[in-house]
């Protein structure tokens, strides 16, 4: 099971900044180790923010995103308290979702 | 800094000549100005003051006054080095963080180097925030390195950081066994960091020159002296002159016999200069590049005291400037003013 993501979500008049830090390896499968084998690729592939239920954001990512990566967006149309949940899905298949609160 | 400087000069001439004339040169320190000096902490926390904050207390904190340079979460690598990150539960119960031998995290960050909390604790209090250093009460100072330490997961977030509690932080601290002193720099007989083998005999050919740049190609990326720090030991070379040739144009000297304008003395006091400079992009843009951008806007001044006040980010590039409201509503005026007229 991966680390938990951090999530901050603030309302600024009537826009939401939500930022994340996600903890992924975010491996390109182009790295070789130290006895030369590829290390075998795995990354995130898949991001989805949602807000009361509703899909805020979707994103598609490939290999070239930076281990732990850090994602910022805005979205109108929530209040103060409502939850902002993201989820990830990597190319393994494994998956975390997180929740924060929109302060 | 210029009312010590003489007696001090003074007292160094007159102890070279006769020590006993320097009798009755300077006074000793008052116990209040010791007070204000001695404000080290050090690793078994002699010198931690009394106080106590909370994560929660230090997130508002943080995001008023650290985000900007350091990233929400710590872990911005904009301004500074990350400060959080590289990190795993592994290593803070080795108390060794794995990723500093290994390859797994090239970057270091401060949680994974830093072996003594009280080192974070007397940093954050003796030099942040950047823009205003030691305006951290003991009790924000305590609430700011919680919120950090929780942001790297050595402690939760209902923590609250107090003078006993910094204790046990200390022995869940991901690099704590990582300090040595067995090694050259400690201890003359310790391992030198670096190892230098003079060859005696067998050596291989000896080492030459094979190319070299051509004259006409000298410039050909544009003046280095422009492109190098305006401050440090290098400054590159003028390539718009033939090698040798004197420099010109290069960064001007301090002007340190010239007697500084009331506008400058004024900058560097509401602590400007910490990230403008007059002639030179730090990390917000030059007085000069600021007037020639406002040249002739009448409204500029009201636009930029605004900005000053308030914070800004986006009109000079990805880097926020911080509120700063510190500085007094009249000073504010008469620093945007001097800065619109050229900062002379």
Redesign the interface.
Same mark, same amino acid.
């Given at each position: 099971m991966a680390?938990p993501m &951090?999530i901050?979500a603030s309302l600024q008049g009537d826009v939401v900044e939500v &930022?994340v830090?996600m903890s992924h390896e975010m491996e390109t499968g182009q790295r070789k180790d130290a006895s030369g084998a590829i290390v075998p690729a795995h990354f995130i592939s898949s991001v989805q923010a949602e807000c009361n239920g509703k899909a805020v954001l979707t994103a598609h990512w490939g290999p070239a995103v930076s281990k732990?990566p850090?994602l910022a967006f805005k979205f109108k149309g929530a209040a103060k308290g409502d939850k902002v949940k993201v989820t990830w899905v990597d190319n393994k298949g494994e998956t975390r979702t997180d929740e924060g609160t929109i302060a | 800094m210029c009312s010590w400087r003489e007696p001090l000069v003074l007292a160094a001439l007159l102890a070279a000549g006769a020590a006993q004339a320097a009798e009755g040169v300077g006074r000793p320190a008052t116990p209040a100005e010791l007070r204000a000096w001695d404000i080290d902490v050090r690793p078994d926390f002699q010198g931690l003051p009394r106080g106590s904050g909370s994560v929660l207390r230090g997130q508002e904190l943080w995001d008023a006054k650290c985000a900007s340079c350091h990233g929400t979460f710590g872990e911005s690598n904009e301004v500074f080095t990350p400060l959080v990150g590289g990190t795993t539960a592994e290593d803070q119960a080795r108390g060794r963080v794995a990723a500093l031998t290994g390859n797994g995290h090239p970057q270091r960050t401060t949680l994974m180097k830093v072996a003594t909390v009280s080192t974070l604790f007397d940093y954050i209090r003796r030099a942040m925030p950047w823009d205003a250093p030691r305006s951290l009460s003991d009790d924000d100072t305590y609430a700011v390195l919680a919120y950090l330490l929780n942001l790297g997961d050595v402690v939760p977030s209902d923590f609250v950081l107090d003078q006993d509690s910094i204790r046990a932080v200390q022995q869940r601290l991901p690099n704590r066994n990582g300090m040595t002193r067995a090694h050259g720099l400690w201890d003359v007989k310790g391992k030198p960091d670096v190892r230098a083998v003079a060859c005696m005999k067998d050596c291989g050919p000896e080492p030459r020159v094979a190319s070299t740049l051509p004259d006409f190609a000298r410039n050909a990326h544009g003046n280095l002296a422009e492109q190098n720090r305006t401050f440090g030991p290098v400054r590159g070379a003028d390539t718009t002159r033939p090698a040798g040739a004197a420099r010109t144009g290069a960064p001007a000297a301090a002007p340190a016999a010239v007697k500084p304008a009331a506008g400058l003395t004024l900058a560097r006091a509401s602590g400007c200069l910490a990230c403008h400079d007059v002639e030179a992009k730090r990390l917000g843009p030059s007085f000069r590049d600021l007037k020639a951008r406002y040249a002739g806007d009448a409204a500029a001044a009201a636009k930029l005291a605004a900005r000053v006040r308030g914070g800004s980010q986006g009109a000079w590039g990805p880097v926020p400037m911080p509120p700063q409201r510190q500085v007094a509503e009249g000073d504010v005026d008469t620093i945007v003013k001097w800065v619109l007229e050229g900062a002379r």
């Open positions: 680390d &951090k901050r &930022k830090l732990n850090y | -």
